[in-house]
């Protein structure tokens, strides 16, 4: 059983597999492959039997409608019966966590670990503190697993984005977690624990990171994630510093095994409605949310229901800009990217917020519509770059930055995290 | 130059442990590429296909996508891993060890079993080696592709078994497979249904969703012979089965959806305004189901069938989920109903269950069958269009069995002949609505691009965007 504990009660959450009754065609497959005969039907529907599945996923892949690659956390002992799933036409929507009814519950949530509050503090300064989520964003779970309990992932994989010769080493790397149930949504961030004591004989922080899969995982129906990780060589001041997480994560090799708080954060999290605009602005690892909201958008893609993608993406050259290749395969349909190089010989330097004037039109017309929200992430340095272009496009099409700003951080619409 | 057939076949039967068995097969793929380049998909042999290819049995070995050029499609040899001390579960020889050999007295009855198989698979991709002139987008060509390669590698399963266990008999047999032709007046497919043509792409979504589906039923019963490899073989083959009814389901899903649309922009049910904006009217859509649900009916055989008995007594070819059955698996004294005109009605009598399989068989489809009619009619639903389709009768346009020398309407009431030739341009397609089906079959080849009168899907293949390359010309 995929479970966890939630707080400080005892209730177990169980992610129940369910099938989807509109999309399968009942070819069976699903029931002839299943190892332990957890899944049945009647003349109506196909279900799964949640006392007996195993969670081995031998079902999912044979599936040719993709019907079987369904999951709703459910409290352990209130989950849906064989009864309920033979008389449904179509899927019951998720029950948010919050709603998810715990009984003898402590009322008191537990406490976020004092660095997640202080990173956070920190990285969402650019926008005045924490703001409120998009309205349609769905609900994220926080804080699953404490510094006490951690969950252990182990890493299925870990490549290099960059090139061999680009002065960054910044990395993909996929943990596993098994059994254990991590639910992450797009630009919540995980937090990992470095082993070892440091200097003064005390575990290290935690370092958080944000996670650049969509919520279905990296690898849809393996229970993982991944991250986007810079190798950290020098401070902000430029002297040679080595990360300790961030090498000790770039060096893990698969196989390993790594300590994961969180998840955390319920601000910086993606709109669900039809029609709602996503104009993404990132450097560097910044790009580890906007990838994950963007591949979460192109997997769950139904034409003439989504809005629009617009990417802003800032590297020193190509060859150290994470996600290059796959990036400029998109269809331009599905998502203007501009991309902007600082460092690349014999060209004037480019950044973000050049581009963002380059396109001005476009991206004023996004703005003025209700449905777009901005997510800024990345290098503090480009906070102020970027509000003096955004400042300029607007009056120059005759809006007023100031105001603008705060009617979207009031809506959820506007979402910084920089470091 | 020496060839690895060890990779060339990929295989998880030890093939290159039976060198006598390996030589046979050696000397039959050369003559399959033939046939796939002589009957396979017209003009695509340069084409780079993005396909699933099956590497393993194991789940894991399904999701292998990539593309491929099809004549290099690795068509292999995959049988479902044995189940240990598997029986025998059904017939006269229930509870016997299942067999892993031909038992002698059944031989000729079961290779008739499988060449019966096997010829329906080719003849499909004979059937349908035309429709990648006139797809409607990249993603529906590369499912009648898929569709296809898959085909043939079913027909590879069949030869395996026939070069494995059948000896020289079995070598002409799969010798045979590669000659017939479908539609052929000479030469023909052994089951009528594979020799009728598939002349555009609504009879081809028909098809994949009714015939093969047909598939689906005949695999399952042979998944649960006695003849253990045979079952094993059939199970692995049921997976593959299962997209090709994804692909049918959804193509007229589509089809119905985008008229749906098209109806409610128009404000109209008036079927000349509708074909004028270049869609298929839903009686049209109505008229094909009623002919290829037919035609698959009498793909079951005869209502009444001592080779059906013979088949399942002797442990070759049981029930639809025998062993979920419960009752004795023998059968003996069981009846079962089965349908015959008398006095101008339809009755239900009641004949030998032995006898009556073919007739449990159809009637195991059909309820699957209307299954899926009803998924189709909500998308009407959804859209607000008072029209539901529905499953003929069964014994509707019946070409074999007793049901065959009367004339029955849809809705099951017996007909004179002067009523049938009167009403049945109603209900079966005309040549003029074949003509206009036809008339709408442009090819659309642009990435994302799908022709007016189908709707695009609603995700694509392996979580691809819809408007993913999913075939490269080169």
Redesign the interface.
């Known amino acids: 059983m995929a479970a966890t504990t939630v707080g400080t009660s005892q209730v177990t959450i169980l992610r129940q597999h369910l099938i989807d009754p509109?999309?399968c065609?009942?070819?069976?497959?699903c029931e002839?492959?299943c190892p332990v005969n957890a899944i049945s039907h009647d003349?109506?529907n196909y279900v799964v039997d949640a006392s007996k599945c195993g969670f081995c996923?031998?079902?999912?892949?044979?599936?040719?409608?993709?019907a079987i690659d369904n999951w709703r956390h459910v409290r352990a002992d209130h989950a849906y019966a064989l009864a309920d799933q033979l008389l449904w036409?179509t899927l019951p929507a998720q029950i948010a966590m919050a709603e998810i009814p715990i009984v003898g519950a402590d009322d008191t949530a537990a406490t976020l670990p004092d660095d997640v509050e202080r990173i956070a503090a920190a990285s969402t300064s650019g926008q005045g503190g924490i703001a409120p989520p998009p309205w349609s964003a769905a609900h994220p779970y926080v804080n699953l697993y404490s510094i006490q309990k951690p969950a252990l992932a182990t890493v299925s994989g870990n490549f290099r984005l960059t090139a061999e010769d680009a002065s960054s080493d910044i990395r993909h790397i996929v943990l596993d977690f098994g059994n254990a149930s991590l639910p992450v949504l797009e630009g919540q961030t995980i937090g990992i624990l470095a082993p070892g004591l440091d200097a003064h004989g005390r575990p290290h922080h935690v370092r958080l990171y944000s996670v650049a899969s969509p919520r279905d995982g990296e690898r849809?129906r393996y229970n993982n994630l991944s991250l986007t990780v810079k190798r950290v060589t020098t401070d902000h001041e430029g002297a040679q510093v080595l990360g300790v997480a961030s090498n000790f994560l770039c060096d893990l090799k698969k196989g390993d095994q790594v300590h994961v708080v969180g998840p955390y954060g319920t601000s910086f999290l993606m709109p669900n409605h039809p029609g709602s605009n996503l104009l993404m602005i990132c450097t560097g690892t910044g790009s580890a949310p906007m990838r994950a909201m963007t591949e979460r958008r192109?997997?769950k893609?139904?034409?003439k229901e989504d809005g629009k993608l617009m990417l802003f993406f800032g590297a020193r050259t190509p060859a150290e800009l994470p996600y290059f290749g796959p990036l400029t395969r998109l269809?331009k349909?599905?998502i203007d990217i501009n991309l902007a190089f600082s460092r690349v010989p014999e060209q004037p330097r480019q950044y973000v917020q050049d581009l963002i004037r380059a396109k001005a039109e476009a991206v004023v017309n996004l703005l003025r519509d209700e449905n777009t929200y901005l997510y800024l992430c990345g290098l503090k340095g480009m906070e102020k770059g970027v509000d003096e272009a955004f400042s300029d496009i607007c009056s120059r099409h005759g809006l007023d930055w100031k105001s603008l700003q705060a009617e979207l951080l009031q809506q959820g619409r506007y979402h910084v995290e920089t470091y | 130059m020496s060839i690895d057939y060890n990779q060339k076949i990929p295989n998880n039967v030890d093939l290159s442990e039976n060198k006598t068995l390996q030589r046979a097969l050696e000397h039959w793929q050369p003559e399959f590429i033939n046939w796939w380049q002589d009957m396979g998909p017209d003009d695509s042999q340069n084409f780079d296909v993005y396909l699933r290819t099956a590497v393993s049995v194991d789940p894991g070995g399904w999701a292998h996508f990539d593309y491929v050029k099809m004549p290099d499609y690795r068509w292999g040899i995959f049988l479902n891993p044995a189940e240990p001390g598997r029986k025998v579960n059904f017939g006269a020889h229930k509870g016997e060890a299942a067999w892993q050999e031909v038992p002698g007295e059944y031989r000729s009855n079961l290779r008739r079993l499988i060449v019966t198989q096997g010829d329906t698979e080719p003849a499909s991709v004979e059937q349908q080696r035309h429709l990648g002139l006139t797809c409607p987008s990249l993603y529906d060509m590369r499912n009648l592709f898929q569709v296809n390669v898959e085909e043939g590698r079913h027909l590879w399963a069949m030869v395996y078994l026939l070069h494995a266990y059948f000896g020289r008999d079995g070598r002409e047999e799969a010798e045979a497979l590669l000659e017939r032709r479908s539609g052929d007046a000479d030469n023909p497919r052994i089951l009528g249904a594979f020799n009728e043509q598939t002349p555009d792409w609504l009879a081809f979504f028909m098809f994949t969703y009714f015939t093969d589906r047909d598939g689906k039923y005949q695999l399952c019963s042979l998944a649960e012979s006695g003849f253990d490899p045979l079952a094993r073989t059939c199970k692995f083959m049921l997976t593959e089965e299962a997209h090709h009814m994804f692909v049918g389901e959804s193509g007229v899903g589509r089809v119905i959806q985008r008229t749906c649309e098209v109806m409610n922009q128009l404000k109209t049910d008036d079927v000349a305004k509708i074909r004028a904006a270049g869609v298929i009217d839903l009686p049209t859509i109505q008229r094909y189901l009623n002919f290829h649900f037919s035609v698959t009916m009498d793909l079951f055989g005869a209502d009444v069938s001592s080779n059906a008995a013979t088949f399942y007594n002797t442990g070759l070819k049981g029930r639809y989920e025998e062993t979920k059955q419960d009752d004795d698996h023998q059968l003996s004294d069981a009846t079962y109903p089965i349908l015959e005109v008398a006095n101008g009605q339809i009755i239900a009598t009641q004949a030998p269950y032995l006898n009556a399989l073919n007739e449990r068989l159809r009637d195991d489809y059909v309820r699957d069958a209307v299954a899926g009619i009803e998924r189709w009619n909500k998308i009407l639903q959804k859209q607000g269009i008072p029209f539901a389709l529905s499953a003929p009768h069964k014994a509707f346009n019946r070409k074999i069995g007793p049901l065959s020398s009367s004339k029955i309407s849809p809705a099951g009431k017996v007909l004179s002949e002067a009523e049938w030739t009167h009403h049945h341009l109603q209900w079966l397609p005309s040549a003029e609505d074949r003509v206009f089906v036809a008339s709408l079959m442009g090819r659309v080849t642009q990435p994302g691009k799908y022709a007016n009168w189908i709707a695009p899907p609603a995700r694509g293949i392996n979580n691809q965007a819809v408007d993913f390359e999913y075939v490269r010309f080169n």
């Open positions: 509109e999309i065609i009942r070819c069976n497959t002839e492959t003349s109506r996923y031998a079902c999912i892949s044979p599936c040719p409608t993709g036409d849809p192109r997997r893609s139904a034409p269809p349909e599905f």
